[in-house]
């Protein structure tokens, strides 16, 4: 069991430890690298994140949704992907599990997620 995951933490990517913290019910943007002939280009996708999959950092995976056009659009996105130029979270979920298929079946008002707030500490007591 030691040799695997010394074989995992050598085949870890850096760039994957460079992603922001995210979970299931955030609001995220994705940049891909698109290569269209000889030319390579950056597509973003943003979507809320319904699931992450995976134990192991080599087989994880995130799935994104968003509705373009009134159809609904999910993306399987590996987290080693060499396709990722970066990911920037947008927004934070408040959501109380760990996949949100639910949201499949919700239109409209009905499949916004609340957003979690963050007080600001006073300077005073950040200073401490």
Request: no cysteine.
């Given at each position: ?21 995210f ?9 891909f ?5 000889d030319?390579e280009?950056?597509?973003n996708?943003?979507?809320?994140v ?10 994880r ?7 373009s ?28 599990r760990a ?30």
């Amino acid at each position: 069991m030691d040799l695997i995951n010394v074989v995992d933490q050598a085949f870890a990517n850096e760039r994957v430890a460079s992603y922001p913290a995210f979970k299931a019910g955030d609001t995220i943007t994705v940049t891909f690298r698109i290569k269209e002939g000889d030319k390579e280009r950056l597509q973003n996708f943003r979507g809320v994140v319904i699931q992450i999959k995976g134990g192991s950092p080599a087989t994880r995976t995130f799935t994104i949704r968003k509705v373009s056009g009134g159809v609904g659009v999910e993306r399987i996105v590996p987290f080693q992907s060499p396709m990722i130029d970066s990911i920037e979270v947008n927004k934070v979920g408040k959501v109380r599990r760990a996949r949100i298929f639910y949201l499949r079946d919700l239109a409209g008002k009905k499949a916004r997620i609340k957003e979690k707030k963050f007080s600001a500490k006073p300077a005073a007591e950040a200073a401490e």
